[in-house]
């Protein structure tokens, strides 16, 4: 059962298996995969959690930079949002900061609640965090947790949300540490979160207790949003079984150039004796070993190619992505649209058994900019029509 996953002799003996780039500081240069189906990369990259901490200066005078927490459990979805300045403006001004947080039910009611006009407070050391007034995120160099506690308009919460996978994930458009297409920075670093541990009180009265999977992104630009790209998607694809469970993520982007880049990410956690193991075992930017495909009107195949790590049995992904349970509208139009799908089926190499299919769940977004040239973006180009 051992026999694909971890050879460390035989990774140790291939030169090009064993190359490891470690990640940075976005905006630094990189040479390729940082982790090419070796299966190797076992312990966290260290130096990662100073990724995520503000690089846009508060006080400065240009940029826009935020941070997305997207929640999402039966009966809700939420977004908690930290923005410094405004990532649609061309006057944004990055000591003007916002916190939001945006929910939708179920039963398809919505509710919003803001604060602005707030500079972001940060602390640039372990135990790190950003702060909006008194919603803050606070993290550490383990970057096992990222917790959360609000308090505005009414609304209270608490909220630990777990990574449980070893990696932040930057893509590196153009050779660049964490570039999403060129001058737009992205990390995730919090790839498979659970937030399991806490609650939101809303002003009405209401309280939900949270056990919710999750991601982190953080994304930010000296230049607004729809200069940079006219559309890009981000899905964090989830596969659950007992022997094993995958996280796989794909980003894909197009400059209003028309240049095109994908990244994606896919680690593993995996059971054994000593308990789950986690591990990276693709990670890439532009490669062609990832190929996306429409099905039908409804579904769409996202396939890697092998690699000799997993007999050269590919990884499938089958997903249907219903309409967006939430849409934000920037100030220049843009259109963010958040997707869920609780029906993911999944084909994944495993052990000595060629292949094993699993069922899972999507969590992601879309941005697309305003105009006539926005395209949409691969993750759901039918959808959004
Ligand atoms: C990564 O793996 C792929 C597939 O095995 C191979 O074609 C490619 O040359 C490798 N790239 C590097 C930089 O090692
Ligand atoms: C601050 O940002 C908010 C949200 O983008 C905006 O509504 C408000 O007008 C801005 N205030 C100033 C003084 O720029
Ligand atoms: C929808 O659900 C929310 C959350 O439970 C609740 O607060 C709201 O009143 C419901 N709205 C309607 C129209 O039923
Ligand atoms: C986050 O919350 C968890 C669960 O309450 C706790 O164990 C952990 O120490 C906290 N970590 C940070 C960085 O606040
Ligand atoms: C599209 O393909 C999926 C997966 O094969 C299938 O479950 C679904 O029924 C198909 N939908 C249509 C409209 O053909
Ligand atoms: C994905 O859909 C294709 C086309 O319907 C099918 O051949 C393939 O077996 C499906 N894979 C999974 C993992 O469901």
């Known amino acids: 059962m051992l026999a694909l ?12 298996f064993a190359q490891l780039v470690p990640l940075g500081s976005p905006g630094q240069a990189t040479a390729g995969p940082y982790n090419n189906c070796s299966g190797t990369l076992t312990s966290r990259p260290t130096g990662t959690a100073t990724d ?13 930079e935020r941070w997305d927490l997207t929640l999402d459990q039966p009966g809700v979805l939420l977004n908690l949002r930290w ?33 602005t006009g707030q500079k972001l407070a940060f602390s640039g050391s372990s135990p790190y965090s950003i702060s909006i007034g008194q919603n803050t ?21 608490s909220i630990a ?7 932040s994930f930057l893509p590196y458009a153009g050779g660049i540490v964490g570039q999403l297409t060129k001058g737009l920075f992205c990390d995730i670093p919090v790839t498979r979160g659970r937030s399991n541990i806490g609650s939101i009180q809303f002003p009405w009265g209401e309280e939900v207790q949270f056990v919710a999977r999750s991601i982190l992104s953080h994304m930010f630009a000296t230049k607004p949003l729809q200069s ?10 989830r596969s659950v079984g007992t022997q094993f469970t995958d996280s796989f993520i794909y980003e894909d982007s197009r400059a ?17 004796s000593t308990g789950f193991e986690p591990y990276t075992i693709y990670a890439s930017t532009d490669s062609d070993i990832l190929s996306v495909s429409q099905i039908n009107s409804t579904s769409t195949e996202a396939q890697l190619s092998g690699c000799s790590h997993t007999n050269f049995v590919p990884f499938t992904w089958n997903y249907t992505l219903l309409s967006p349970a939430l849409e934000l509208t ?19 190499p495993f052990g000595t058994e060629p292949v094993q299919v699993e069922s899972g769940t999507a969590l992601g977004y879309t941005y697309q900019a305003a105009g006539p040239n926005a395209a949409g973006s691969l993750l759901t180009e039918e959808q959004s029509s």
């Open 5 to 16: 996953l971890l050879v460390p002799t035989l990774a140790l003996s291939s030169a090009a």
């Open 52 to 64: 995520s901490l503000p690089k846009v200066s508060p006080s400065g005078s240009i940029g826009w």
């Open 83 to 115: 923005i410094q300045g405004d990532p649609a403006s061309h006057a944004s001004k990055p000591s003007n900061g916002t916190f939001e947080l945006s929910a939708a039910f179920d039963n398809g009611t919505t509710y919003e609640t803001r604060l």
């Open 137 to 157: 995120l606070t993290w550490d160099d383990s970057q096992a947790w990222f917790n959360t506690s609000l308090n505005l308009n009414g609304l209270t919460a």
């Open 161 to 167: 949300t777990e990574s449980i996978m070893l990696d």
């Open 228 to 237: 940079l790209a006219v559309s890009f998607g981000i899905l964090n694809l």
């Open 256 to 272: 209003p150039d028309t240049s095109v880049h994908n990244a994606f990410y896919l680690g593993r956690a995996e059971s054994r």
């Open 330 to 348: 920037d100030s220049a139009g843009g259109i963010t649209k958040f997707f869920v799908s609780t029906t993911v089926s999944t084909l994944e």
